[in-house]
């Protein structure tokens, strides 16, 4: 059973940073997509950043919101996606979920679809004080 756990949320000022992790087990095969979305209140879930294929370098997208500031990482050997969120803003205030499925191109807009494989995690608050 594929099981996606988040950290490392919590509240910061404006302009601070934090880092939130995704810890991943149950996947037999190292090929997937996986990423971060969020949620607003009162908004709809949108994509963040994403990694099309883990087990490649290249397929990392971002959304406008969050060019230059946030960065998308992983490590491969404790199964672990990383989102380190910089220069935080008010409007970064959500929940943050981390999904994953097997390989699809442009998880960022695939996943906000529901796909029948994927799976989130349980997400994780981050709020941002002006």
């Known amino acids: 059973q594929v099981k996606l756990v988040e950290s490392g949320g919590g509240s910061v000022q404006t302009g601070g940073s934090l880092r939130l992790s995704c810890e991943v087990s149950g996947y037999t095969s190292s090929y997937f997509s996986i990423g971060w979305f969020r949620q607003l209140p009162g908004k709809e879930r949108e994509g963040v950043a994403t990694?099309?294929?883990?087990?490649?370098?290249?397929?990392?997208t971002y959304a406008d919101s969050v060019k230059g500031r946030f960065t998308i990482s992983k490590d491969n050997a404790n199964n672990t996606l990383y989102l380190q969120m910089n220069n935080l803003k008010p409007e970064d205030t959500a929940m943050y979920y981390c999904?994953?499925?097997?390989?699809?191109?442009?998880?960022?807009?695939?996943?906000?679809?529901?796909?029948?494989?994927?799976?989130w995690g349980q997400g994780i608050q981050v709020t941002v004080a002006s």
């Open positions: 990694i099309d294929r883990v087990e490649r370098d290249d397929s990392t």
């Open positions: 999904a994953a499925a097997q390989p699809y191109d442009c998880w960022l807009l695939v996943a906000l679809r529901s796909p029948p494989d994927v799976n």
